[in-house]
């Protein structure tokens, strides 16, 4: 007899096999009992830890003293079978600037007592609008064998440096002409801090005398 079962399972689905109404007989013309308790089998769990990155991929605006976490839906240990450990996991992450070529950034990793959830914890903090590139390899799985797809997020940091000023006359400029004009130049496009945007008639109350 053969059974077709569609998508994997993942270790809480049972499969209940009974005979239909005048369907199986045995050698004496006895009828097999359509409501059997003896072939109810649970399926094995094929299914791989699902992998969730926090900050998420493409994220923007991320702090620069933000941790990252790695979460699975499940327990997992090594592919070897053995724990993973606060002193072993940090061999199982990648985490750089930009992409997988890029620099190194220096960190300490820690795995939870649950085995689900592993915190990152840069050495420093990032710099402004820095990319961060972290990803972990097909290293752990959960306890029946299911090894996790190697994976990886990338995500930016938030602009951190306030903007630069520059006066024209510069300080401390002399023999000015007397029409001169006085700008004061930032390095990126700004706003008031209440974040409402500057505009010409608002310019003056922002000017000191």
Not at 82 to 109: Q, R, W
Not at 130 to 148: C, K, L, M, P
Not at 151 to 157: D, I, K, P, R
């Amino acid at each position: 007899m053969g059974i077709s079962i569609t998508g994997t399972p993942n270790g809480s689905e049972t499969l209940t096999v009974n005979p239909v109404d005048n369907g199986i007989y045995d050698a004496a013309g006895n009828e097999a009992s359509t409501s059997q308790s003896n072939n109810t089998v649970t399926l094995n769990d094929k299914t791989a830890p699902t992998v969730t990155y926090s900050p998420a991929h493409n994220a923007t605006g991320v702090a620069v003293d933000r941790n990252i976490t790695i979460t699975f839906n499940e327990a997992v240990r090594k592919t070897d079978d053995s724990a993973l450990t606060d002193s072993n996991v940090d061999a199982l992450i990648t985490l750089k600037t930009t992409n997988a070529s890029g620099s190194d950034i220096a960190f300490e990793a820690t795995i939870d007592t649950d085995k689900k959830v592993i915190t990152i914890n840069p050495t420093s903090d990032f710099s402004s609008e820095q990319v961060v590139y972290v990803a972990i390899g097909a290293t752990v799985e959960d306890a029946n064998d299911n090894a996790i797809t190697a994976s990886s997020a990338t995500f930016t940091v938030v602009d951190a440096s306030a903007t630069s000023v520059t006066f024209s006359p510069a300080d401390g400029a002399k023999d000015i002409s007397v029409n001169s004009n006085v700008t004061i130049t930032f390095d990126e496009a700004v706003r008031k801090i209440d974040d409402s945007a500057r505009s010409e008639e608002h310019t003056s109350e922002l000017q000191s005398h």
